[in-house]
T-cell receptor
Framework: DSGVTQTPKHLITATGQRVTLRCSPR?????VYWYQQSLDQGLQFLIQ???????AKGNILERFSAQQFPDLHSELNLSSLELGDSALYFC????????????????FGPGTRLTVL | AQRVTQPEKLLSVFKGAPVELKCNYS??????LFWYVQYSRQRLQLLLR??SRESIKGFTADLNKGETSFHLKKPFAQEEDSAMYYC?????????????FGTGTRLTVIP
């Protein structure tokens, strides 16, 4: 599958714990985006990386962090988990990281469903 | 700040009936607007973008800057149109490519 892949599919953990979500972008894409989808907030942009560097930041909590590695895969680390962190976390990728006057289409992964008990 | 509003969480129409999914936005600059769709058990995918002015799967959407709206329309709904629809924008002037989404509308087409 040459599309965006995310692991794991499902994650169940307890409050106070730390988890890592992984994303591999489409072949050739240099930029990775993380979004959180929760029942009350909808789909919210968290953070973007381009070729290993942070490009843009959205509503990402201080307890959350991310990075993009030299092979371009990305990890989203969520720590001191709370019940409210239960959500679907999507990763997306695009070839470039900026609009250059028009949108650079993002392609989405299947998501990781995180349940915090 | 930017905001995308989809007033309807749920929308049901009969097959063959017209459908309109509403989207309003607020942004002081020039946005680019999109509709994304998520069919059951599939990934979120781009349906259409306002600058292309295309009809995709029979859907069209016109950007109305006066009303700051970008409603999605289809004259005759089909069962396969049942899905979750998200309106989204990017802020072209900032150069940022990240999307701001509305809360989504779940469309159900009744056979």
């Amino acid at each position: 599958d040459s599309g965006v892949t995310q692991t794991p599919k499902h994650l169940i953990t307890a409050t106070g714990q730390r988890v890592t979500l992984r994303c591999s972008p489409r072949s050739g894409d240099l930029s990775v985006y993380w979004y959180q989808q929760s029942l009350d907030q909808g789909l919210q942009f968290l953070i973007q990386y381009y070729n290993g560097e942070e490009r843009a930041k959205g509503n990402i909590l201080e307890r959350f962090s991310a990075q993009q590695f030299p092979d371009l895969h990305s990890e989203l680390n969520l720590s001191s988990l709370e019940l409210g962190d239960s959500a679907l976390y999507f990763c997306a990728s695009s070839v470039r990281g900026i609009t250059s006057g028009t949108y650079n289409e993002q392609f989405f992964g299947p998501g990781t469903r995180l349940t915090v008990l | 700040a930017q905001r995308v509003t989809q007033p309807e969480k749920l929308l049901s129409v009969f097959k063959g009936a017209p459908v309109e999914l509403k989207c309003n936005y607020s942004y002081s600059g020039s946005p680019e607007l999109f509709w994304y769709v998520q069919y059951s058990r599939q990934r979120l995918q781009l349906l259409l973008r306002h600058i292309s002015r295309e009809s995709i799967k029979g859907f069209t959407a016109d950007l109305n800057k006066g009303e700051t709206s970008f409603h999605l329309k289809k004259p005759f709904a089909q069962e396969e149109d049942s899905a979750m629809y998200y309106c989204a924008l990017i802020r072209i002037q900032t150069g940022a490519n990240n999307l701001f989404f509305g809360t989504g509308t779940r469309l159900t087409v009744i056979p």
